[in-house]
């Protein structure tokens, strides 16, 4: 039995070695599959809100809820006027885990549910509008306590995390220029439903996110309602 281990580990090695090779290669033809479908999609042969679902929920699931949770969600609370909205609310004292969780739940429906389906897709548009109507209701609550500028950098949020996180060691790959289009396209269309104003100027991913940049150094302090709310 000693005599046959050293084929034995070979066999295994190969074997392991083989499999990874294996992974890595069908890794590759799906990310480029994506990026050509991405491509068709910006030439308006595809749903914009399917590719976000084959990314959101099949290639990229983990990278889109870790960097939401861990990055984006605490991006907001390091603006001053954001999180003394969310304090005076009161809502993240009293009852923050219900609160969190009506907006993953509203989110989750107008990501899940297609704004733009087509014929081989059926996105139960009524859901998203129902949740984005909800979203907006919610928002009203509060009149101008929300600032505009503040609701279009939370949209930046949603819009860029995901694309940032993908640049990182933390993810399997980066994406695509063609598929960041696609997740900026999407959550444009989401804020314009929301009532939320977008620049004119705004023409790709690069202006959301260089916005989104310039203005977490321009109004991102510590502050004890930082503190509170995170």
Request: with cysteine; net charge positive; proline share 2%.
């Amino acid at each position: 039995i000693l005599s046959n281990i050293p084929l034995y580990l070979t066999y295994s090695s190969t074997f392991l070695l083989s499999y990874i090779l294996l992974i890595r290669y069908l890794r590759k033809q799906r990310s480029l599959y994506l990026k050509q479908l991405c491509k068709e999609t910006l030439q308006g042969k595809h749903s914009i809100w399917w590719m976000i679902v084959l990314l959101s929920e099949g290639e990229l699931n983990f990278e889109y809820i870790i960097s939401m949770e861990f990055r984006g969600l605490l991006s907001t609370y390091g603006i001053p006027t954001i999180s003394s909205t969310l304090r005076k609310t009161g809502g993240f004292q009293k009852e923050m885990q219900r609160r969190y969780a009506d907006m993953v739940l509203l989110i989750s429906e107008f990501c899940e549910n297609g704004e733009d389906i087509d014929s081989k897709h059926n996105g139960q548009v009524e859901r998203s509008n129902q949740a984005i109507k909800r979203l907006n209701a919610i928002h009203n609550q509060y009149g101008k306590l929300i600032l505009d500028r503040d609701m279009l950098y939370t949209l930046t949020v949603f819009a860029m995390t995901p694309i940032v996180w993908a640049d990182t060691k933390w993810s399997i790959r980066p994406l695509h220029k063609e598929e960041r289009q696609i997740q900026y396209l999407f959550w444009m269309n989401i804020g314009k439903k929301m009532n939320i104003k977008i620049p004119d100027h705004w023409k790709s991913y690069e202006d959301c996110l260089l916005y989104k940049r310039e203005y977490e150094l321009k109004y991102m302090k510590y502050t004890d309602n930082n503190k509170i709310i995170t």
